[in-house]
């Protein structure tokens, strides 16, 4: 068993908080807008660009092609996302806000994610490393690792334990 100190206790109750803000920011923006916080952000990211591709929405979103296509074909289907092809590259497919998403963006507060990035991002570049080294020591020790989706985009993660 684990000892017990108050750096331990220090940092499983800053996760709590941060599974906590995402879960209760995933409950509001489901009643609300029938919306995951994984839409919600990617929604929030592509109204920020004028016509973004997947690849640069999975920068934006600071996770993979795969997870980020999901959900985007989520929010077209919700028609709140359109597809269209780049007048620049014909080949390249680019996402742009419906006039339905931009009125959902109108009324969404901001993302958690966002701000967590920004809080992230502010870290000088040393801690940042050694935070993200030390993350993923903590992921593979615990056998949490595995291909990350946005956060909870799973229905079933949101609705689960309270």
Not at 17 to 30: F, P
């Amino acid at each position: 068993m684990p000892r017990s100190t108050p750096d331990i206790r220090d940092v499983m109750d800053s996760l709590r908080c941060i599974v906590h803000a995402l879960r209760t920011a995933g409950r509001d923006s489901e009643r609300t807008h029938g919306l995951s916080t994984a839409q919600l952000f990617v929604l929030q990211q592509i109204g920020h660009t004028h016509g973004v591709s997947v690849n640069g929405l999975a920068r934006l979103t600071h996770t993979d092609q795969s997870s980020v296509s999901v959900v985007a074909q989520k929010l077209v289907e919700k028609r709140l996302v359109k597809r269209s092809r780049s007048s620049q590259d014909g080949r390249q497919v680019e996402l742009a806000l419906t006039p339905a998403g931009r009125a959902v963006l109108k009324r969404s507060p901001h993302a958690p994610q966002q701000q967590m990035i920004e809080a992230i991002g502010a870290l000088p570049a040393g801690e940042l490393k050694t935070l993200a080294r030390l993350l993923r020591h903590v992921v593979n020790a615990s056998d949490a690792g595995g291909k990350p989706p946005l956060f909870f985009e799973d229905k079933a993660a949101v609705r689960g334990r309270n």
